[in-house]
């Protein structure tokens, strides 16, 4: 096997240095936490010593320098998304980088049974028993990841201890679904139009879809993460009036096919690369929809809000909550009715149509003609 003197040796996966030796019979990989191969060459020998002497601590290892968190929570993410393409490992993103990284100064040293309580008793004071759990489960996942690298034994992975029995946390009166901005189909409008075709990509010289990018997702009432990951021939051929989405693509893991209204179609064959690939892929164009949103006098929204617009407008027009929820990709209908919920708008379309059924059975009936039986 080429091994060295010392009987280990370093490999590299995805960039990162990986400790490989054979002790008492067993082979081991363990994570040096690190990219540099000056610092590979550094550690590997102090980590194989304190392995066979029983000394080596994966906290100590992967924990001792600033940020060393961080690079492993972006390499297991790197991992997560080349396995499992879709929106959970955004969401796994984003819980990382709001909440638990920040909580322990991404310091991994400091991630400990009591600090993973703490940490509960923390997020239970302002969110949900339910969103907790969410976070908790994006932290028990990286660490399953870690035990399965090598970058931490067995023996010392601290997994996030159960939440205790009648701890509801605390629902956010503005947040979460019952909070969001309602948008009328003319303010929609208006703040589609005020959206620029494109915009600056990171990458000089190139340049994003954004107006499209928005409509589509008004028009197609697709989750934000699955219309990034949208892609040609796969998911849509050129012309054709639906999309084949399948499960790995959506949050839900519900492979739907979705029909298209014409302007969907349109706006595909406008922006779709020619020789195929992402149609879109993964931007931040949330300040662009927060500029058009004050020029066209509107509240500010989210991209999901434009998604929820979207339900609550095709109820109102007449359209079956269990059609809606296939589009959305909703397992089942009771989501579809929180998102799509009741408006003004809805009430007095209710009312309008009830008094014309009055008045047209008012006047078929003869002048002086009691009611039916």
Same mark, same amino acid.
């Given at each position: 096997?080429? &091994?060295?003197?010392?009987?280990?040796?370093?490999?590299?996966?995805?960039?990162?240095?990986?400790?490989?030796?054979?002790?008492?019979?067993?082979?081991?990989?363990? %994570?040096?936490?690190? /990219?540099? +191969?000056?610092?590979?060459?550094?550690?590997?020998?102090?980590?194989?010593?304190?392995?066979?002497?029983?000394?080596?601590?994966?906290?100590?290892?992967?924990?001792?320098?600033?940020?060393?968190?961080?690079?492993?929570?972006?390499?297991?993410?790197?991992?997560? /998304?080349?396995?499992?393409?879709?929106?959970?490992?955004?969401?796994?993103?984003?819980?990382? &980088?709001? *909440?638990?990284?920040?909580?322990?100064?991404?310091?991994?040293?400091?991630?400990? &049974?009591?600090?993973?309580? +703490?940490?509960?008793?923390?997020?239970?004071?302002?969110?949900?028993?339910?969103?907790?759990?969410?976070?908790? =489960?994006?932290?028990?996942?990286?660490? %399953?990841?870690?035990?399965?690298?090598?970058?931490?034994?067995?023996?010392?992975?601290?997994?996030?201890?159960?939440?205790?029995?009648?701890?509801?946390?605390?629902?956010?009166?503005?947040?979460?679904?019952?909070? &969001?901005?309602?948008?009328?189909?003319?303010?929609?409008?208006?703040?589609?139009?005020?959206?620029?075709?494109?915009?600056? +990509? /990171?990458?000089?010289?190139?340049?994003?879809?954004?107006?499209?990018?928005?409509?589509? @997702?008004?028009?197609?009432? @697709?989750?934000?993460?699955?219309?990034?990951?949208?892609?040609?021939?796969?998911?849509?051929?050129?012309?054709? /009036?639906?999309?084949? @989405?399948?499960?790995? #693509?959506?949050?839900?893991?519900?492979?739907?096919?979705?029909?298209?209204?014409?302007?969907?179609?349109? @706006? #595909?064959?406008?922006?779709?690369?020619?020789?195929?690939?992402?149609?879109?892929?993964?931007?931040?164009?949330?300040?662009? #929809?927060?500029?058009?949103?004050?020029?066209?006098?509107?509240?500010?929204?989210?991209?999901?809000?434009?998604? *929820?617009?979207?339900?609550?407008?095709?109820?109102?027009?007449?359209?079956?909550?269990?059609?809606?929820? *296939?589009?959305?990709? *909703?397992?089942?209908?009771?989501?579809?009715?929180?998102?799509?919920?009741?408006?003004?708008?809805?009430?007095?379309?209710?009312?309008?149509?009830?008094?014309?059924?009055?008045?047209?059975?008012? =006047?078929?009936?003869?002048?002086?003609?009691?009611?039916?039986?």
């Amino acid at each position: 096997m080429g &091994r060295r003197a010392e009987g280990w040796r370093i490999y590299w996966q995805r960039g990162w240095a990986q400790l490989r030796f054979r002790h008492e019979g067993k082979r081991h990989s363990v %994570a040096l936490g690190t /990219r540099d +191969a000056g610092e590979a060459a550094r550690l590997a020998p102090t980590v194989y010593a304190d392995f066979v002497a029983g000394r080596w601590r994966p906290t100590e290892r992967v924990g001792g320098r600033p940020g060393a968190l961080a690079d492993l929570v972006a390499a297991w993410l790197d991992d997560y /998304r080349a396995g499992r393409p879709g929106a959970t490992a955004d969401d796994y993103e984003g819980r990382w &980088r709001a *909440h638990l990284g920040p909580f322990f100064g991404w310091d991994f040293a400091r991630i400990t &049974r009591a600090s993973l309580k +703490a940490y509960q008793t923390e997020r239970l004071k302002v969110v949900t028993r339910k969103t907790l759990q969410k976070e908790l =489960s994006a932290y028990n996942v990286f660490v %399953a990841w870690l035990v399965d690298t090598g970058a931490v034994a067995e023996e010392h992975a601290v997994r996030a201890p159960k939440l205790p029995r009648g701890a509801l946390g605390t629902r956010d009166p503005v947040r979460g679904r019952k909070g &969001r901005t309602d948008l009328s189909p003319a303010q929609v409008a208006a703040v589609l139009a005020a959206l620029p075709e494109t915009t600056p +990509a /990171r990458r000089k010289g190139e340049t994003v879809w954004c107006r499209p990018y928005f409509e589509l @997702l008004y028009e197609t009432g @697709l989750r934000p993460a699955t219309l990034a990951a949208l892609s040609t021939p796969e998911h849509w051929r050129p012309g054709a /009036r639906h999309l084949e @989405l399948p499960a790995e #693509l959506d949050k839900a893991r519900f492979a739907r096919r979705v029909p298209l209204t014409p302007r969907a179609v349109e @706006l #595909l064959g406008q922006v779709a690369p020619k020789g195929g690939g992402l149609v879109f892929g993964r931007h931040d164009l949330r300040n662009a #929809l927060e500029t058009a949103c004050r020029a066209a006098g509107a509240p500010e929204v989210t991209p999901y809000d434009l998604r *929820h617009a979207r339900a609550t407008h095709l109820v109102e027009a007449g359209a079956s909550l269990a059609g809606v929820a *296939h589009l959305l990709g *909703h397992a089942r209908v009771t989501t579809t009715a929180v998102y799509a919920r009741s408006s003004e708008r809805a009430g007095e379309a209710a009312l309008q149509a009830l008094s014309g059924d009055i008045r047209a059975t008012t =006047s078929e009936r003869e002048p002086g003609a009691k009611g039916g039986t």
